[in-house]
């Protein structure tokens, strides 16, 4: 089982106690996770929203809005509204958990009214592609701090399973 997966699992369990026979038990992957979260907080709140924690999200769009307040001013010297960096997390996480256009439910051709089948042109919102680009949500202006924050989620997102897995000591 992927560590992601196992660690679903983990934060599901009821039988949190370490079992001396087996090095990586539930209580052994919560406790790698929480070591993990020092290096990678964002990584970490990325697998606690998959393994369906409801109240991550929230915490962790408060997180990322502070990185785009910092980034902005630390790059451009300009002090992003804090409610305009919350809207832009929010985005972007929303994105970065479901990828699909919503105009055309990731299918590409729009479904036709009354027809069984799909249309024959293109999703004129994603152009055919089924995917959306989370810079579309924003002013143009913006867009270099949306894709320094993808950057930056796709990033964390990589490093936290592995992290979990070098704590637990190579045995997941
Ligand atoms: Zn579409």
Not at 33 to 46: C, E, H, Q, T
Not at 137 to 153: C, G, S, Y
Request: aromatic fraction near 4%; charge should be positive; charged fraction near 25%.
């Amino acid at each position: 089982m992927r560590t992601v997966d196992r660690y679903a699992v983990a934060v599901h369990s009821h039988n949190l106690r370490s079992d001396a026979r087996t090095s990586a038990s539930d209580a052994d992957l919560l406790a790698a996770a929480g070591l993990a979260s020092k290096r990678s907080p964002v990584g970490l709140a990325l697998m606690r929203i998959n393994a369906g924690d409801p109240h991550e999200a929230a915490r962790l769009v408060e997180v990322l809005a502070g990185m785009l307040v910092g980034k902005a001013w630390h790059s451009d010297r300009e002090k992003l509204p804090r409610d305009e960096a919350r809207t832009m997390a929010a985005q972007l996480l929303a994105w970065h958990l479901d990828r699909s256009c919503p105009h055309c439910a990731g299918r590409g051709f729009p479904k036709v009214n009354g027809a069984p089948a799909l249309g024959s042109n293109p999703c004129r919102h994603c152009h055919g592609t089924g995917r959306r680009d989370p810079q579309d949500a924003v002013p143009h202006a913006r867009r270099w701090l949306v894709r320094w924050l993808q950057a930056e989620l796709e990033r964390e997102a990589g490093f936290a399973a592995p992290a979990v897995e070098r704590t637990l000591g190579g045995d997941a």
